[in-house]
């Protein structure tokens, strides 16, 4: 597509795009632990207009035990977006898109896990894409590794994932819905950061060598912002409990046994 | 707090710290305890949990995870199946347990004649010890021992398996306060079952409050205490409103 042809402008000449964002900015984005109560482990994150709930069930029995791994544990991811999570309805049924993203999100959880330690077990991730824009196979990696943190899935790291793209001869960062069908390129990436291993990278476009490179940079730039936010994210459920007793402590000074919590309130200081 | 430089094995965390999976540790030659892995010289937490050094041991104790047999383990099950010659046991694990009639009974017993299911029927619930736990084999259990065997009435609680040490408490600290304010009778199996049988309902309600609270507030310092206060508030709320 040339220039002329070209119905909207994503990128200006000064670096700003279409919801007001710089070239290497992030959507906003809030990531929560443990929303369902029911799931061993859950996550829900909102970046920009995607949101998204990841579930995970695990180790558990597996069925159709046809499916059991005899050296290690049987990972089963399963990608849904709702009817209502895009502008026209979108049909229930499984699409093709969708068994697409669940293996490639599979593929990209697999290495960070341990599964070695549950033979014969499966663990279920359930992502449920609640409203879509753009960028959801990212958004639902970084959600469900921290779903499968809070199962207490043993994980060499957490994974996390965002994508780069092109569009106006400019490389961006976390594309939205727009830029991802508008753009002249699309890149998601997901990594494993601490280890500085990518587990999945796939490209849907056109760039020459050097925009590639300057694109994975600007990626892992991303990725490691978003690492951070899922690391207080995990950390903050237990931290809000803790502060909870401790305050509660404060509080209600009881006569009684005084010496004990002055002696575990000290020690709790020592901590922070 | 355990910065110990001049040795060259610096740790990264605080003991009692919170830890996620990724984050570095420590550097150096320590033994690995459980929820850590090892890269070159690096030690990395794979669980969320506390951290934990005793010793030269590094290891992360769990805040969240689904139970897995270990050997020796004291665990709570339902049955859930009656064979010939052994019963399946749900034992709250991604396997399910058998139990053979060998390793439950004192006697040999004609199957021809009799059956298993005058022992333990579909829905007892029994006590027993994981014997073996072998690749590709479910667990095997054994009710043989003192203590272990059917438990009749009571209730059965589920509780977050990654909480029954914190219950269980430094040496029994927690469980045996908890039988001795409330008089009930505890089992605590590890796999995340609890069962109790208490005289009076006002109590059993009570005890399930402080389990919760305990299941809650495992990773908070001072909880005996706290819990022994609780209850002790709690009786004398029901004792008022008796009197009234």
């Not at chain 1, 279920?124 to 590794?145: E, N």
């Not at chain 1, 991303?222 to 951070?228: A, V």
């Not at chain 2, 590094?58 to 049955?79: A, E, M």
């Not at chain 2, 139990?99 to 579909?122: F, G, Q, T």
């Amino acid at each position: 597509m040339s220039e002329s042809e070209k119905k909207v402008i994503l990128v200006t000449d000064e670096g700003i795009r279409t919801d007001g964002r710089k070239v290497d900015e992030l959507r906003p984005i809030k990531l929560e632990v443990g929303v369902l109560s029911r799931a061993d482990g859950s996550a829900f994150i909102q970046q920009g207009g995607n949101k998204i709930l990841a579930a995970v069930y695990g180790p558990r029995e597996l069925h159709p035990r046809h499916l059991a791994l005899p050296d290690k544990a049987y990972l089963r991811c399963t990608y849904r977006m709702a009817t209502f999570s895009v502008d026209e309805r979108k049909s229930p049924a499984p699409s093709r898109r969708e068994i697409e993203l669940s293996k490639i999100i599979k593929e990209a959880l697999e290495p960070a896990l341990f599964l070695e330690y549950f033979p014969n077990s499966v663990i279920d991730v359930y992502i449920q894409v609640l409203q879509a824009d753009g960028g959801t196979r990212c958004a639902s990696v970084t959600a469900a590794a921290l779903a499968l943190a809070d199962a207490g899935i043993p994980m060499r790291d957490l994974v996390t994932a965002c994508a780069v793209g092109k569009a106006d001869g400019r490389i961006i960062l976390d594309l939205n819905d727009i830029e991802d069908k508008e753009g002249d390129a699309d890149i998601p990436i997901a990594m494993m950061p601490q280890l500085k291993r990518i587990t999945l990278l796939q490209m849907d476009g056109h760039l020459t060598e050097k925009e590639f490179q300057e694109a994975i940079n600007l990626g892992i730039n991303g990725i490691m912002r978003i690492y951070e936010m899922q690391k207080r994210a995990l950390r903050e459920k237990y931290l809000k409990i803790r502060e909870e007793v401790v305050g509660a402590e404060k509080s209600e000074p009881k006569a009684k046994n005084n010496e004990n919590t002055n002696e575990s309130k000290s020690k709790g200081d020592e901590k922070e | 707090m355990y910065r110990r430089e001049f040795l060259k094995m610096p740790i990264f965390v605080n003991k009692k710290e919170i830890v996620v999976p990724g984050d570095l540790l420590a550097e150096g030659e320590y033994k690995m305890g459980e929820g850590v892995f090892r890269q070159h010289d690096k030690y990395y937490a794979t669980i969320i949990g506390i951290a934990d050094l005793k010793g030269n041991i590094i290891s992360v104790v769990p805040l969240r995870g689904n139970y897995i047999p270990r050997i020796n383990d004291i665990v709570i099950g339902k049955i859930v199946e009656v064979s010939l010659t052994s019963w399946r046991v749900d034992i709250n694990a991604p396997y399910f347990a058998t139990l053979r009639a060998a390793h439950a009974l004192d006697r040999k017993i004609d199957i021809v004649k009799d059956s298993l299911k005058r022992y333990y029927d579909i829905g007892d619930v029994i006590i027993a010890k994981i014997i073996s736990f072998e690749r590709g084999e479910p667990p095997l259990l054994t009710t043989k021992e003192n203590g272990l065997g059917k438990l009749v009435g009571g209730t059965l609680m589920p509780i977050h398996p990654t909480r029954v040490p914190r219950l269980i408490g430094r040496k029994g600290s927690m469980i045996n306060l908890l039988k001795k304010e409330t008089g009930c009778k505890i089992r605590i199996g590890q796999n995340g079952y609890v069962w109790f049988l208490c005289r009076r309902p006002e109590i059993e309600q009570l005890l399930i409050r402080a389990i919760s609270k305990i299941e809650r507030e495992a990773h908070t310092e001072g909880l005996t205490d706290r819990i022994k206060d609780f209850i002790q508030q709690e009786k004398m709320q029901i004792e008022r409103g008796e009197s009234k």
